[in-house]
């Protein structure tokens, strides 16, 4: 949720910063801003900035070329307080014009704070919560006269979550960023220094890089890096390094880069499971910092997430229930700590984020941790707050993903909390050992299946468009419907064709259908099923069949995921995508796919932006 970076260095900086903000972009595009220090004796401050996405910035700055500068910020903007205007846009500057600043986060004593700066007389040029901690600092850096000294000073003032980074118009030598719950990078070339909210920003040019804790301030300079904490005390970040390289986040060829991730999903998922299953059969999850023992001890297990990666959660609790019989509980991050639930030491709380920032999430896991639960998360986002701030962690291996709607990282999700889930049997002892081995093979299986699947969806692409252009048709929506772990497939794909689409999408839980909704049903409105496996009489199956009878007779057009050879289900639906034959409790890894690929070319039909649609940012830093 909005991107900010910082340079100080050798090279042009308004091409470093414009080249992360690029690479930042899918963290917010409502509005983009840069402000240089000019090079030289006399200094001065430097802004462009423009509402839209970044695109508009780049056309602004070739028209009006800024002069040379090796110290610069630049953000990208996810709006909070402000509609995206040019106004708004950051960065902001302090009254005398001689200090420029950026945020991400949200400033929750804004209000009372620009009040008491507008009684000394101040005006305000936005409506955002960010111009008063620009204000803020121009008047401690004229009384201090040294930028980190004055923004420890404004650190103090401020609550809520922010990361800031600011420049002063007389230090052309100079950053200092602050971070307090959102996240902040430093980046650690040679005689050059960058800060940024996500390492993407400076992958280009280093893959050594510093994680900033909470409460921290940090300065750069062309001589070093330099950090403390909110109270001045010295402090420390800690060291890492990149184990990406940058043609990880370029498109590679494909349109889209959710065209792309989607196509590494095979990759992703063998990588997930790379090296955690060891040749006798055990899962081995090294990175988590909890013994057998603590395993042993869980009696309850909660999983909170948001979005997809709740989605994910939902998965999980069939899979965890059924493997261990011991109860689970999914749980929305934002509903998590305001009702109270009932935790103690025995509870494992599973906190599922792709980007480890979800400020949703990284509230529930402070709650759950404050209730003395255990917490294991599960991130894509090495050295992120919540795996930080975590009694343990499991890395789910996806690869930077750069298109806002989550596809690798999903299906990455599911493998990790399998493991999770098989490692809770295994320790246990709940289910025989030839058992977990079964699934395990299964589930290594995967990566195959899921290529097959992909190999295949040309026709889905085909239908989709199809659906898309006769949106007129069927009330303007699609339906999803599944059961058991179809039905969380189900909110994924509606999910995926809301975000994209901008349509009116909704996944139920295909036995919910007739208390309801099904009154959403008319003549040609598609209605996505997803049906588990016909093998060994299933019952699920008969039920959906039943279900998909009901909707069909209402005029629903049914599109049917179904299992290869499922004669029952192709007699029934109007359009059929085969899956690979798979246990029941893993074929998500393969439903979920046709899903993501319909939503995509749905979109496109519709002319939309697949990887940045409107409203929404990846990491989202607020609550
Ligand atoms: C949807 C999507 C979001 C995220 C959600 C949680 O395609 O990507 O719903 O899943 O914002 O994000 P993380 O997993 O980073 O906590």
């Known amino acids: 949720m909005c991107g900010i970076v910082g340079y100080v260095g050798r090279r042009s900086a308004v091409d470093v910063v414009i080249d992360g903000l690029r690479r ?72 005398d014009g001689r200090i420029a600043l950026i945020h991400n986060g949200i400033i929750e004593n804004f209000a009372q704070l620009r009040a008491e700066l507008e009684s000394d007389g101040i005006e305000f040029a936005s409506d955002t919560d960010t111009e008063v901690a620009a204000h803020l600092l121009g008047r401690e850096y004229v009384m201090e006269g040294n930028l980190t000294e004055a923004m420890t000073r404004v650190c103090s003032r401020l609550e809520g979550a922010f990361t800031l980074l600011a420049v002063a118009a007389d230090d052309p030598d100079t950053v200092v960023g602050a971070r307090r719950n959102s996240p902040l990078v430093v980046g650690l070339g040679r005689d050059e220094y960058f800060l940024a909210s996500d390492v993407a920003a400076f992958i280009a040019y280093t893959t050594d ?9 940090v300065t750069i300079d062309r001589s070093g890096v330099s950090v403390r904490g909110f109270d001045g005390s010295p402090s420390e970040g800690k060291p890492f390094s990149v184990d990406w390289d940058i043609t990880a986040a370029e498109k590679g060829g494909y349109e889209t880069f959710m065209a792309k991730e989607l196509r590494e999903q095979p990759q992703a998922v063998a990588d997930t499971l790379r090296g955690r299953i060891d040749e006798s059969g055990q899962i081995v999850l090294d990175e988590v910092r909890m013994s057998d023992q603590d395993f042993r001890d869980v009696d309850k297990v909660f999983i909170i997430a948001c979005g997809t990666s709740y989605h994910a959660g939902l998965v999980t609790k069939y899979a965890i229930e059924h493997w ?20 103690d030491r025995s509870t494992l709380v599973v906190a599922i984020s792709q980007s480890g920032e979800t400020m949703d999430t990284l509230m529930a896991v402070r709650h759950a941790k404050d209730q003395k639960a255990r917490v294991l998360s599960i991130s894509n986002t ?17 690869g930077i993903e750069v298109a806002v709607a989550s596809t690798k990282a999903f299906l990455t999700q599911l493998a990790a909390c399998y493991l999770v889930g098989l490692h809770l049997a295994q320790v246990r002892g709940i289910k025989y050992a030839d058992e977990v081995s079964a699934v395990l093979d299964e589930l290594v299986a995967a990566p195959g299946k899921i290529a097959q699947v992909i190999e295949g969806l040309e026709p889905v692409r085909q239908m989709a468009r199809d659906c898309a252009l006769n949106g007129g048709s069927g009330g303007g929506r699609v339906l999803f419907i599944g059961r058991h772990v179809g039905y969380p497939v189900a909110l994924e794909g509606a999910l995926k064709l809301k975000e994209l689409a901008y349509l009116h999408a909704e996944g139920f839980a295909a036995g919910e259908l007739k208390h309801g909704p099904i009154s959403l049903v008319e003549e040609g409105t598609p209605v996505i099923a997803i049906v588990p496996s016909p093998r060994g009489r299933s019952l699920l199956h008969d039920k959906i069949i039943s279900n998909i009878q009901e909707v069909k007779a209402r005029g629903a057009r049914v599109i049917a995921v179904c299992e290869e050879g499922d004669r029952i289900t192709s007699a029934h639906a109007d359009f059929v995508i085969e899956t690979p034959a798979s246990p029941t409790l893993l074929a998500p890894l393969l439903t979920a796919v046709p899903l993501q690929e319909f939503a995509i070319e749905f979109a496109t039909a519709l002319g939309r932006d697949i990887d940045q649609p409107r409203n929404l940012a990846k990491s989202v830093t607020v609550e």
């Open 324 to 343: 261990t019989r011991i109860p689970c509980e999914v749980e929305l991050a934002s509903e998590f700590r305001y009702r109270d639930p009932v935790l």
């Open 209 to 217: 890089a510093i994680e900033l804790g909470q409460d921290q301030i």
């Open 24 to 95: 930042l972009e899918y963290r917010g595009y409502d509005s983009a801003g840069v402000a240089l220090v000019a090079d030289g004796e006399a200094g001065g401050l430097e802004v462009d900035k423009r509402a839209g996405k970044l695109a508009n910035l780049e056309a602004a700055l070739a028209d009006h070329p800024l002069p040379e500068s090796f110290c610069g910020i630049g953000h990208t903007r996810w709006a909070t307080h402000g509609v995206p205007s040019d106004r708004n846009a950051h960065p902001h500057l302090s009254a």
């Open 382 to 398: 090495v050295g992120s707050t919540i795996p930080r701030e975590s009694d343990a962690v499991l890395y789910t291996r996806a």
